[in-house]
């Protein structure tokens, strides 16, 4: 009977997962990011449908998390459901296509992640006379907010799709003010958060 029971195909998942060269090595000798991915390797050795990962950049550096995120995201992309918690949220964000935030057990927002951050288009504007571009966007029709960041920056909140860039490149331009930085920004979901948890 046991001979019947598929082994799992170890190799396989150490490459997945990028350790199939460091197989022989001892486990003392593995960084962080490396233990990290074999805990996921670990779990994906009984081919589960659906696995949980709890923090799983938590304490890595720069290099690690976007190993462990690239190998979430590729897991992900083999039809496996990963179900992540972290308060990492720039990190949920990028390797997530649905959130759910919760506040002391109780569900407050729950939908694709371009849903939950679909309610403002933020525009970040510069310009060599930054108090003249903030002054200039307080009265600028249709704007929902106006804020002064570090160095030359303004922030300004337009409900979604209700602006274009080509017509704030305009207006600024009629009010004598030549921009040098305009992009078009969406909340980001640790906004959201802090929205959604006041």
């Known amino acids: 009977v046991i001979k019947d029971i598929a082994q799992p195909d170890i190799d396989g998942v150490l490459k997945t997962v990028g350790l199939y060269e460091r ?3 001892p486990f003392s000798s593995y960084s962080l990011g490396m233990k990290q991915r074999l805990a996921i390797a670990s779990c994906l050795l009984g081919d589960p449908e659906v696995m949980v990962f709890d923090e799983p950049t938590n304490g890595l550096d720069p290099n ?6 690239q190998l ?5 992309a083999s039809g496996k459901t990963i179900i992540m918690a972290s308060h990492m ?3 949920v964000e990028k390797v997530c296509t649905h959130v759910a935030i919760l506040k002391k057990g ?5 939908g694709h992640v371009d849903e939950i951050l679909a309610n403002d288009d933020i525009v970040e504007l510069g310009a060599s006379k930054a108090d003249h571009l903030l002054k200039a966007m307080q009265h600028m029709p249709g704007q929902q907010g106006v804020f002064q960041q570090p160095g030359h ?5 337009f409900k979604q799709d209700s602006i274009q860039l080509a017509d704030i490149n305009r ?5 004598g003010i030549v921009l040098d930085h305009l992009l078009l920004k969406r909340k980001s979901l640790e906004a959201k958060f802090m929205e959604l948890t006041k």
């Open 106 to 110: 109780q569900l407050l927002a729950s």
């Open 23 to 25: 197989r022989t090595s």
């Open 89 to 91: 949220l720039d990190e």
């Open 72 to 76: 979430i995201t590729t897991v992900g």
């Open 171 to 175: 207006y600024c331009f009629e009010q």
């Open 153 to 157: 920056k303004v922030l300004v909140h």
């Open 64 to 69: 690690g998390i976007a190993e462990i995120r």
